[in-house]
């Protein structure tokens, strides 16, 4: 749903740049679409178990490369071992359109995200404070929010401590680290069940996609 006073875009810290409503409504869909379709398989979406034993309480699928902690393989030798779904070409374009609109310079075409997180949220899911620093590439990460409001919290490069600033995600939103603030501790600490709007394709729930430049050879 349309925010009544339109959110303006801003920088959280340098590099950390938040664009609200980014996504229009029939982009959301056609997201939530292809999410299901990941969903699926070849690798089909499943909870990631921890190294120290524990589950995450988010839901995972991969693209281009399969994740696990802590590292990115071709197949899901943890899953199933077959080999995830390919990066597709539309997800490179998207991905540089919006670094475009966060950072307003050229850099954008250079950008080529090789590798795509989706988790989705349901009312009770939550994600600790992390670094992404598993990609050999420090290229900015792209996250693209649908369906329900979160909490995200954006830290700092040094403790997953204060300081921190927490802001809210809606449905359609752009988040972009890069630069100095490619490696902050970020985390989702609350989702607003509830808040998602049916349009989207999404009733419940959030789904949150992070687009990434693993640097690692094809």
């Not at 056609?30 to 969903?39: F, K, M, P, Y």
């Not at 197949?75 to 779904?85: F, H, L, S, Y």
């Not at 670094?99 to 080529?112: H, I, Q, V």
């Amino acid at each position: 749903m349309s925010a009544l006073i339109p959110r303006p875009t801003s920088e959280i810290a340098p590099g950390a740049v938040h664009v609200p409503q980014w996504l229009t409504p029939e982009q959301q869909r056609e997201l939530v679409t292809a999410c299901r379709a990941w969903a699926t398989g070849p690798v089909p979406i499943r909870h990631t178990e921890l190294p120290r034993g524990g589950v995450m309480s988010v839901q995972t699928v991969c693209v281009g490369w399969h994740w696990q902690p802590y590292r990115y393989t071709r197949t899901a030798g943890d899953v199933n071992g077959r080999r995830v779904a390919e990066f597709p070409q539309w997800m490179v374009d998207l991905g540089r359109r919006a670094l475009t609109a966060a950072y307003a310079d050229e850099s954008a075409a250079d950008y080529t995200p090789d590798t795509a997180l989706v988790n989705f949220y349901d009312r009770q899911a939550r994600m600790g404070m992390h670094q992404d620093k598993d990609e050999r590439s420090s290229a900015p990460v792209v996250s693209l929010s649908i369906g329900d409001t979160c909490v995200f919290r954006v830290g700092n490069t040094e403790t997953r401590n204060k300081p921190y600033t927490d802001i809210e995600l809606a449905s359609g939103d752009l988040f972009v680290f890069g630069g100095p603030s490619r490696y902050i501790f970020h985390g989702v600490p609350k989702v607003h069940a509830g808040t998602a709007d049916p349009g989207t394709g999404l009733a419940s729930g959030r789904l949150n996609i992070t687009m990434r430049v693993t640097g690692l050879p094809g």
